[in-house]
Antibody, heavy 115, light 107 residues
Framework: EVQLVESGGGLVQPGRSLKLSCAAS????????MAWVRQAPTKGLEWVAS????????YYRDSVKGRFTISRDNAKSTLYLQMDSLRSEDTATYYC????????WGQGTLVTVSS | DIQMTQSPSSLSASLGDRVTITCRAS??????LSWFQQKPGKSPRLMIY???NLEDGVPSRFSGSRSGSDYSLTISSLESEDTAIYYC?????????FGAGTKLELK
């Protein structure tokens, strides 16, 4: 059974950093692109970043470029999202998901950016 | 960036009704289009991928179609468990972009 389990969310002040993790199981992690998608409270879904299966290429939405870094450790079957210089508009539930069509999602981890 | 214009934003229908939700792509995305269902407090669920392919385990009353740059999700006979918010997603080019969502309720 495919499982994606996010962790690392919480309350953080504007300008500070947070690192999210997503532990994957039930599939060969190194074979798949992975992505982060977020959802602000009561809002729609928003793609954040993707990474190739090897980790050699990464892709970001403009609003997080230069502030967020997606990475992966294939030996640990874990996806990461390092979030720096956080802003109030980054407040959202962050989901990790697999591949291009996103057939599997984690339960999400809530990030609240507030002073 | 590719814009996905989803309509309607909300929809009220009766049990057994045929329901259609549409997304229009601002440029060619081929068939790189998925549909998701999201219920309150839950993670999104993939329903359709590749514009017309039913994800495993999804009831056959759901279907996807394409006409030019318009992509549609159809529920052939609405059931109570289908009340949710539905989103389209284009994954042809980064940034991947979602539609704004359609809230489907029972009349």
């Amino acid at each position: 059974e495919v499982q994606l389990v996010e962790s690392g969310g919480g309350l953080v002040q504007p300008g500070r950093s947070l690192k999210l993790s997503c532990a994957a199981s039930g599939f060969t992690f190194s074979n798949y692109y992975m992505a982060w998608v977020r959802q602000a409270p009561t809002k729609g879904l928003e793609w954040v970043a993707s990474i190739t299966n090897s980790g050699g290429s990464t892709y970001y939405r403009d609003s997080v470029k230069g502030r967020f870094t997606i990475s992966r450790d294939n030996a640990k079957s874990t996806l990461y999202l390092q979030m720096d210089s956080l802003r109030s508009e980054d407040t959202a539930t962050y989901y990790c998901t697999r591949g291009h069509t996103y057939p599997y999602w984690g339960q999400g981890t809530l990030v609240t950016v507030s002073s | 960036d590719i814009q996905m214009t989803q309509s309607p934003s909300s929809l009220s229908a009766s049990l057994g009704d045929r329901v259609t939700i549409t997304c229009r792509a601002s440029q060619d995305i081929g068939n790189y289009l998925s549909w998701f269902q999201q219920k309150p407090g839950k993670s999104p669920r993939l329903m359709i991928y590749g514009a017309t392919n039913l994800e495993d385990g999804v009831p056959s009353r759901f279907s996807g179609s394409r006409s030019g740059s318009d992509y549609s999700l159809t529920i052939s006979s609405l059931e109570s468990e289908d009340t949710a918010i539905y989103y389209c997603l284009q994954y042809d080019k980064y940034p991947d972009t979602f539609g704004a969502g359609t809230k489907l309720e029972l009349k």
